[in-house]
């Protein structure tokens, strides 16, 4: 069983960054991958970015990619997002989840409360 933890969101200009964190705790899978994924308001929840905590693979939505940034501290079982660049239509509750490696995606099993991320111009 895992439980994931937001933090970091809030209101950004423009062209700003935030760094979102996600802290899991309980027991770990023996092959699983971290994620984000982000839904704004009236719109279908979409993939973000995700990383494979074995490999450190990364992937990205094509939607941020050379904007946004996956990590991961193994120490502190904790997945980042560094957002750089940030356009208003970033501006959307962002979710970090896990699953199985081989199930990742938008039906995983495990979900983090969300954290509001909102950009003006």
């Known amino acids: 069983q895992v439980q994931l933890v937001e933090s970091g969101g809030g209101l950004v200009q423009a062209g700003g960054s935030l760094r979102l964190s996600c802290a899991a705790s309980?027991?770990?899978?023996?092959?699983?991958?971290m994620g984000w994924f982000r839904q704004a308001p009236g719109k279908e929840r979409e993939f973000v970015a995700a990383?494979?905590?074995?490999?450190?693979?990364?992937y990205y939505a094509d939607s941020v990619k050379g904007r946004f940034t996956i990590s991961r501290d193994n120490a502190k079982n904790t997945v980042y997002l560094q957002m750089n660049s940030l356009k208003p239509e970033d501006t959307a509750v962002y979710y970090c989840?896990?699953?199985?490696?081989?199930?990742?995606?938008?039906?995983?099993?495990?979900w983090g409360q969300g954290t509001q991320v909102t950009v003006s111009s």
């Open positions: 990383i494979s905590w074995s490999s450190g693979s990364t």
């Open positions: 309980g027991r770990t899978f023996s092959s699983f991958a």
């Open positions: 989840s896990a699953d199985r490696a081989v199930q990742f995606g938008p039906k995983n099993d495990y």
